[in-house]
């Protein structure tokens, strides 16, 4: 699902950069406009993380997902609180949220399970490595 994700986020940020130009984001402050533009490089690196399966992607994730969803709610904040309903959609910054939410709640435990399984795979290695003379 991370992988997916972070996918969809990259194809998001390459068609706004397409269709716009370096001016697509010019309605965000200028942080906002510059982190979704390195949003194009960071959202695939965290999705080649996941899928080779080191220890650091979901950190990555999380924290390129952190940024993400306070950079949406930042610029959008204004407009949550005079239409609510509008943003009860499939697009935009209730996917986001519901996205960001679930990679920061699921981080830590991912991290787990892949530094023990590295730490597993080294043993391993170790074990069946033939010996040198």
Do not use: K
């Not at 695939?44 to 306070?70: K, Q, T």
């Not at 996205?99 to 080294?122: E, I």
Request: net charge positive; with cysteine; charged share 15%.
């Amino acid at each position: 699902m991370y992988v997916v994700g972070f996918l969809e986020g990259t194809g998001a940020h390459a068609y706004f950069l397409v269709a716009g130009g370096l001016d697509a984001y010019d309605y965000a402050p200028a942080p906002v406009r510059l982190l979704f533009h390195a949003l194009l490089l960071l959202d695939p690196l965290a999705a080649v993380l996941i899928v080779r399966g080191r220890p650091a992607g979901p950190l990555v994730c999380g924290a390129v997902m952190l940024s993400d969803v306070v950079a949406n709610w930042w610029v959008q904040w204004s407009d949550v609180l005079a239409r609510p309903a509008a943003h009860l959609r499939p697009v935009g910054l209730l996917p986001i949220t519901l996205f960001g939410v679930l990679v920061l709640a699921t981080a830590l435990p991912l991290r787990r399970v892949l530094t023990s399984t590295a730490v597993t795979d080294n043993d391993e290695r170790r074990r069946t490595a033939p010996a040198r003379s």
